[in-house]
């Protein structure tokens, strides 16, 4: 059964940075690309990010490139965002999940995900 468990959230202010981690289990994850999503209340869920199953390649939203940076260890089945210079538009629950490559569709169940609140 496959499990992914977000973590690394919490509540910061605006400029301040935070390094999300999620970690996969229950199947291979090292031949599949991975993606961040976020969902802010009363929003859908969005991509945030998506990373190639290789790691060479990284697609990301407009509202978040140039300060989130999306990584993989495929040795621990982890894949990470690490952002910066966070602003309040940026508050939502974040999770991960696999994608299909060009797809913003989540393969498996989501986890609980992990907050990010942003206060100005």
């Known amino acids: 059964q496959v499990q992914l468990v977000e973590s690394g959230g919490g509540s910061v202010q605006a400029g301040g940075s935070l390094r999300l981690s999620c970690a996969a289990s229950?199947?291979?994850?090292?031949?599949?690309?991975m993606a961040w999503f976020r969902q802010a209340p009363g929003k859908e869920r969005e991509v945030v990010a998506r990373?190639?199953?290789?790691?060479?390649?990284?697609y990301y939203g407009d509202s978040v490139k140039g300060r989130f940076t999306i990584s993989r260890d495929n040795a621990k089945n982890t894949v990470y965002l690490q952002m910066n210079s966070l602003k309040p538009e940026d508050t939502a629950v974040y999770y991960c999940?696999?994608?299909?490559?060009?797809?913003?569709?989540?393969?498996?169940?989501w986890g609980q995900g992990t907050q990010v609140t942003v206060s100005s």
């Open positions: 990373i190639r199953w290789s790691g060479d390649s990284a």
């Open positions: 229950g199947r291979t994850f090292s031949n599949i690309a």
């Open positions: 999940n696999a994608v299909r490559p060009g797809s913003t569709m989540g393969l498996f169940s």
